[in-house]
């Protein structure tokens, strides 16, 4: 299996700044592309950024100049570096993978257990 921890999270003030990390552990052959979702209370999950396996970004409207997603593919970890956060930042955060676990396998999804982050005065 394939297991994701998230770690960054936390309250911050706005205009603050926080780094959120996810590990993939695990059966690991390769990791294509890697996503963090996001989930406010009562809301849908939305997609909030991507990076593909050749490193190139899309980000949703609402982050775009301020969330930078970045990726260690030596240490099968994606980052989200998050700056002049907003209260409609709050929200549960979410990494998702696309894993193979052998070289012969398709890629399937994986998603870690989330991290809040709570942005208020």
């Known amino acids: 299996q394939v297991q994701l921890v998230e770690s960054g999270g936390g309250l911050v003030q706005p205009g603050g700044s926080l780094r959120l990390s996810c590990v993939a552990s695990?059966?690991?052959?390769?990791?294509?592309?890697m996503r963090w979702y996001r989930q406010a209370l009562g809301k849908e999950r939305e997609l909030v950024a991507v990076?593909?396996?050749?490193?190139?970004?899309n980000y949703a409207d609402s982050v775009k100049g301020r969330f930078t997603i970045s990726r260690d593919n030596a240490k099968n970890t994606v980052y989200l570096q998050m700056n002049s956060l907003k209260p409609e930042d709050t929200a549960a955060y979410y990494c998702?993978?696309?894993?193979?676990?052998?070289?012969?396998?398709?890629?399937?999804?994986?998603w870690g257990q989330g991290t809040q982050v709570t942005v208020s005065s």
């Open positions: 998702n993978v696309a894993a193979r676990r052998y070289s012969t396998d398709p890629p399937s999804n994986y």
């Open positions: 990076i593909t396996g050749g490193r190139t970004t």
């Open positions: 695990g059966s690991i052959f390769s990791i294509s592309v």
